[in-house]
């Protein structure tokens, strides 16, 4: 079965930078685009960042453009979202997504999604 799991998330002060992952399990997700959604509470899901399947075409929300940096480890089909500056406004829960581009990946379009890791910037 095809899974997606995250993890690195925690409580981290405001200014402080996080790096969180995404494995992805069951087959090999080397041919997909990946990417990272976030819900705040009380808010909809929003898209954070998409990668390409090797990795040479990123895009990036306009509220992390320039904080936040998408790589992938096609070897170890696990994904990472470094977020440097983070702020409480960056508190959310981050979700890890699959699909086959990044502009799909950018519209939430059939994508596969993870079951999210928790972070939490206090001020």
């Known amino acids: 079965q095809d899974k997606l799991v995250e993890s690195g998330g925690g409580l981290v002060q405001a200014g402080d930078s996080l790096t969180i992952s995404c494995a992805a399990s069951?087959?090999?997700?080397?041919?997909?685009?990946m990417g990272w959604f976030r819900q705040a509470p009380g808010k909809e899901r929003e898209f954070v960042a998409g990668?390409?399947?090797?990795?040479?075409?990123?895009r990036y929300a306009d509220t992390v453009k320039g904080r936040a940096t998408i790589s992938r480890d096609t070897s170890e089909n696990t994904i990472y979202l470094q977020m440097n500056s983070l702020q409480p406004e960056d508190t959310a829960v981050y979700y890890c997504?699959?699909?086959?581009?990044?502009?799909?990946?950018?519209?939430?379009?059939?994508?596969?999604w993870g079951q999210g890791t928790q972070v939490t910037v206090s001020s």
């Open positions: 069951g087959r090999t997700f080397s041919d997909d685009a």
């Open positions: 997504v699959a699909g086959a581009s990044v502009p799909r990946v950018m519209v939430g379009r059939d994508l596969r």
């Open positions: 990668i390409n399947f090797n990795g040479r075409m990123t």
